[in-house]
């Protein structure tokens, strides 16, 4: 469903998956966020395209992709494109795509 809601909304945008420099996915579940962001993607993500903090903190449930988010944006260059994700109980989710200004 989270992958399904993700390419629903680059559609939406007209942004190719392609186009994505990150994913910054809910910290919950690492086997979670490679099958999703491997659907997103097409191929399976590196740590780079869609970075993991769940070995430092755990699960920090809907905050993790926030946290993910400040510990791996600083390196994006303008014009940068990327996928913040976050979902929990009930098939609740929400993505916001990000773009760095210059």
């Known amino acids: 469903m989270v992958a399904e809601l993700i390419l629903g909304q680059l559609e939406h945008l007209s942004i190719p998956p392609s186009a994505l420099r990150r994913m910054w996915l809910h910290q919950a579940n690492a086997g979670m966020n490679r099958l999703i962001a491997s659907r997103v993607l097409g191929h399976e993500a590196s740590a780079d395209?869609?970075?993991?903090?769940?070995?430092?903190?755990?699960?920090?449930?809907?905050?993790?992709?926030?946290?993910?988010?400040?510990l791996n944006s600083d390196d994006l260059a303008v014009g940068d494109a990327g996928l913040i994700c976050s979902f929990g109980a009930g098939y609740s989710a929400g993505?916001?795509?990000v773009r760095k200004a210059g």
């Open 49 to 70: 395209e869609s970075p993991t903090v769940l070995d430092t903190y755990a699960n920090t449930s809907s905050a993790g992709s926030i946290i993910a988010f400040h």
């Open 95 to 97: 993505t916001v795509v």
